[in-house]
């Protein structure tokens, strides 16, 4: 099986975060899909908002009437979703890609009704859930991680997959190893409480996954609202939400969540958007030092499109590519790499120490200067972030119009212009802002980082 069937890669944006080659050796998912979206008639913000509060609304009232019926809460809230064709999601598939464009703070989702106490935690109510029998199991070949979450260190967040969700494995995918199992587990786990309101106004979730590659802070998840609804990492689409236990929370997922592969591979992987940067990449000898976590812990790679390459002049074009230009292209792809230093659209890691580590970026306008692999060079990027509706500029100018491609070693933030180095003027540093380019004007601004190679 190919691994670029895996998850649907039509669209970049639908399917951003692709499982680990490592993973998918051992737990071979089967591909899915994308649902084909009418972009013509997309209905507004408010529009969408009604219709999710309609959703949202009739399942968390039937899950709060199956308590009081002493039903089990999350076998309650998985039959409603069914019963109903998927209603949740179908509400919202309506809204194309790009969450940031509807969902802000202004949205008032409403109260969510009346919860009864819970009794169980969120193992048991695993545990003894019809519909999560294959969970509970794996869960239960690991001692420590059942009483992990039977205990009240913190409140859980589960993204539970159900027993569905298991037979998308083949019958003759080879049985992976224990440790492996365990990390794959633990993806699903978060030590923080994200209730779906919550997860509605969160790009990424922390998970109990750490990892060395992608700096001091666990492995996160992605959360968007796309084609295929309510989701997480793209393509795992949530059918049950809010399901309280008296340690956290657990949703209800319709897809296995498997660790992503590193930024280097996911660029590979995706030839319809990076076939441009990778050649660069390949041709300045820079993907190999990209793939190699040895040398960087964690990292964040603003990586141009393909459409961001050809929006630069011709000739400018031709002259990166070229041998004669080879050395100024490395320059111009250093500058897109950002090592040691992980920027999420809600998050932050650095590498220096644990206190330098932001867990996550506050809400309004967030500045932070970030040292790039071209010397001396760093790149001034503004968050700012409103609830879901998150913007991220580069330099003042370029936008990031793909955000938060999560990679075991770091992040992707797809950038819709080459970044291009300021240059002095007047003794002061000017930022290119999209004017005329010319090779002269290029070569002008790298020629201070160009290495001094025969050609």
């Known amino acids: 099986m190919k691994l670029t069937s895996i998850l649907p890669l039509a669209a970049l944006s639908s399917a951003f975060v692709l499982p680990d080659e490592q993973v998918i050796s ?9 649902a084909r979206s009418g972009f013509d008639k997309l209905p507004s913000k408010n529009q969408i908002v009604e219709k999710f509060e309609e959703s949202y609304g009739k399942i968390e009232n ?13 076998d309650a809230a998985i039959d409603y979703a069914a019963e109903t064709g998927n209603d949740f999601s179908k509400k919202v598939q309506q809204t194309g890609f790009d969450a940031s464009s509807w969902l802000d703070t202004h949205t008032d989702l409403g109260h969510h009704g009346h919860h009864d106490k819970p009794n169980q935690t969120v193992y048991q109510l695993i545990a003894s859930s019809k519909y999560t029998t294959k969970l509970a199991a794996a869960i239960d070949e690991y001692p420590d ?9 913190a409140n859980y967040t589960i993204f539970a997959p159900v027993d569905s969700a298991f037979e998308k494995i083949p019958d003759d995918a080879p049985k992976p190893s224990k440790e492996l199992l365990k990390k794959v587990l633990l993806y699903h786990v978060s030590p923080e409480f994200y209730p779906a309101a919550k997860v509605l106004v969160t790009h990424t979730v922390p998970t109990a996954l750490t990892v060395d590659t992608v700096g001091i802070g666990p492995q996160r998840l992605s959360t968007n609202i796309g084609l295929k609804g309510l989701t997480v990492n793209f393509y795992s689409r949530i059918i049950a939400i ?4 008296t ?5 209800g997922i319709d897809s296995l969540l498997v660790p992503p592969p590193n930024v280097a591979d996911i660029i590979t992987l995706l030839p319809a958007s990076f076939s441009t940067l990778e050649l660069g990449l390949t041709k300045t000898g820079l993907l190999g030092p990209l793939n190699d976590t040895s040398n960087h812990y964690g990292g964040t790679l603003f990586a141009p499109s393909n459409f961001a390459f050809q929006k630069l002049p011709t000739k400018v074009a031709a002259f990166l590519f070229s041998s004669y230009g080879e050395k100024y292209l490395k320059a111009l792809l250093e500058y897109h790499i950002v090592a040691n230093q992980t920027l999420y659209s809600d998050a932050y890691y650095a590498a220096e120490s644990v206190d330098d580590a932001k867990d996550k970026i506050p809400k309004g306008i967030f500045h932070i200067d ?5 010397q001396g060079k760093s790149l001034a990027v503004d968050v700012a972030r409103y609830g879901r509706l998150i913007e991220i500029k580069v330099n003042a100018f370029a936008r990031v119009s793909i955000q938060d491609g999560i ?6 933030q797809v950038v819709s212009d080459v970044l291009i180095p300021p240059k002095r003027i007047d ?10 380019l010319t090779v002269d004007d290029l070569k002008e601004r790298l020629e201070p980082f160009v290495e001094d190679v025969e050609l």
């Open 26 to 34: 051992q737990i071979a998912i089967e591909s899915h899909r994308s």
């Open 62 to 74: 039937t899950v709060d009437s199956a308590v009081k019926c002493s039903r089990h809460a999350l």
């Open 145 to 153: 991680l059942v009483v992990l979450l039977n205990g009240t260190i």
């Open 242 to 245: 809010d399901i309280f236990g």
């Open 247 to 251: 340690n956290g929370v657990i949703h």
């Open 370 to 374: 970030l040292p790039t692999a071209l």
């Open 407 to 412: 990679a075991a070693d770091g992040v992707i």
């Open 427 to 436: 003794r002061m540093t000017r930022h290119w802002q999209g004017e005329e």
